[in-house]
């Protein structure tokens, strides 16, 4: 079960850098298949009620609830990165607007490197 998690975790990690780099390559397919990613990743969230599949899926290998005993949310793989290494606890709003921004910004990137 170990492995699984490693293996999620690991996989989130890499599209979350993909997400974030994909802009840099230089090969068309890359840029097409990053152009075509963010917008699926933002529906995926809208459908998922502002949740990634891979953090539920994660948290159900772990055997967590989504919940805390609060009954907010767990935090997601993204916010609990941001709650490390920036030592700060956005909210879910905040951090939803942050990404976003982020991943708008390398969307538009990755179109003027095809078409600029």
């Known amino acids: 079960m170990r492995i699984a998690i490693s293996l999620i ?4 990690l890499g599209i979350l850098l993909f997400v974030v780099f994909g802009w840099i390559f230089e090969d068309a397919y890359i840029l097409w298949f990053h152009i075509a ?3 699926l990743i933002l529906l995926q969230w809208k459908l998922n009620k502002g949740r990634c599949v891979l953090t539920d899926l994660e948290y159900f290998l772990v055997g967590e609830n989504k919940s805390t005993s609060e009954g907010d949310e767990a935090p997601g793989f993204v916010r609990r990165i941001v709650m490390s290494v920036c030592n700060v606890n956005p909210t879910e709003e905040q951090l939803e607007h942050v990404l976003t921004a982020i991943m708008t910004i390398c969307w538009l990137l990755s179109l003027y490197k095809l078409y600029g």
């Open 9 to 12: 975790r690991a996989l989130h």
């Open 37 to 39: 990613l963010l917008p």
